[in-house]
């Protein structure tokens, strides 16, 4: 039996798109990054791409999770992303190695 509270409940898988199409190397993806979000995602807009991590932005943890989720929709390993801009700022540059 399953308890209240979300406890034994599988976790909601973040909304990612295919952004395969991006995967090229040496190619510079620049995003907008929220941290502490509600729901972990990507989206692609009018004004370019934003993600979502429900990560806080201490000890890198924000940036980390970002990189997962920037792999994730790339469909490459998470190590083949380097952050190359944007460390401590909502405005990050990754590049596909």
């Known amino acids: 039996m399953r308890r209240a509270g979300g406890q034994g409940a599988a ?5 990612v798109p295919d952004l395969t199409q991006l995967a090229r190397p040496g190619a510079e993806i620049t995003l907008r990054v929220t941290p502490r979000a509600r729901r972990e995602g ?8 934003r993600a979502a991590v429900t990560a806080p932005p201490e000890d890198g943890k924000a940036n980390a999770a970002v990189q997962k989720l920037l792999a994730r929709a790339l469909g490459v390993a998470p ?8 460390a401590t700022a909502r ?7």
């Open 79 to 86: 190590s083949r992303l380097t952050l190359i801009r944007g």
């Open 11 to 15: 976790m909601a898988r973040p909304d």
């Open 42 to 49: 990507v989206t692609m807009g009018a004004d370019g791409l």
């Open 91 to 97: 405005v990050k540059t990754f590049r596909l190695d």
